[in-house]
């Protein structure tokens, strides 16, 4: 069964501080990796995705994560962080893009000023 | 973008009625759609998978016949609950994909229904 598990259940960083959240999956065969924002009181929002090809994947709002096998990861990273970025983060595994997805626990991000 | 529409966005009702909760995909054909819950401050929990003109699949330990889905056109899937109780009480969020899409396609997200049971 697939499985999503975030290690780090809340993080604080500076603005303008880099990021780096953490992603660990368990899953059979190469999974469809994706990293999804929700912001208070709004919906899901998509931040990329992974399916193959290149490991490194670049996503929008400046988000790149890293698809990494051997270690079964596929953590977020952002070289500079704004006050709009702080929000729960979810990672999430899919056995093909058009299947149901699994949520991880989730990240919450706090960004001081 | 693709949009996907819930209705009602938040929701009050006495504990045994039930509520209906409707999720639609505005600017594309659906043919499968997924209902999840959210609990406070938690992750979301996959209910079932609702497949447009079949019956729903659930997940384990969701009781079918208290959370109805109904998928019955490509761009519209509801969600029944039934005789809800305080315990129902949560945010129900649907997603659906674009089925013209294919391996490119993305799930969208509704914007979340909020479910009070008194």
């Known amino acids: 069964a697939q499985s999503v598990t975030q290690p780090d259940i809340h993080i604080t960083v500076s603005e303008g501080a880099s990021l780096e959240l953490r992603c660990n999956y368990s899953?059979?065969?190469?999974?469809?990796l994706f990293w999804y924002v929700q912001s208070p009181g709004q919906g899901l929002q998509l931040l990329l995705k992974?399916?193959?090809?290149?490991?490194l994947v670049q996503g929008i709002k400046g988000f790149e994560a890293e698809f990494k096998r051997s270690q079964s990861s596929f953590n977020l990273r952002k070289p500079s962080v704004h006050w709009s970025d702080a929000a729960e983060y979810f990672c999430?595994?899919?056995?093909?893009?058009?299947?149901?997805?699994?949520f991880g626990p989730g990240t919450s991000l706090s960004v001081i000023p | 973008g693709a949009v996907v529409s819930q209705h009602p966005s938040w929701v009050i009702c006495k504990s045994g009625t039930s509520v209906k909760i409707e999720c639609r995909s505005l600017?594309?054909?659906?043919?499968?759609m997924f209902w999840y819950r959210q609990f406070p401050k938690q992750s979301l929990m996959l209910m079932a998978t609702?497949?447009?003109?079949?019956?729903?699949?659930?997940e384990q330990g969701v009781e079918k016949d208290k959370f109805l889905i109904n998928h019955a056109s490509l761009t519209l899937s509801t969600l029944t609950v039934t005789s809800a109780h305080p315990e129902d009480s949560s945010f129900y969020i649907c997603?659906?994909?674009?089925?013209?899409?294919?391996?490119?396609?993305?799930?969208?997200f509704g914007e979340g229904s909020r479910l009070t049971v008194l």
């Open positions: 997603s659906a994909r674009d089925g013209l899409a294919g391996e490119a396609g993305e799930l969208f």
């Open positions: 899953y059979g065969a190469t999974p469809y």
């Open positions: 992974y399916f193959s090809g290149d490991t």
């Open positions: 999430a595994v899919g056995k093909t893009s058009y299947d149901k997805v699994i």
């Open positions: 600017d594309f054909q659906a043919t499968t």
């Open positions: 609702s497949n447009e003109g079949s019956k729903a699949t659930y």
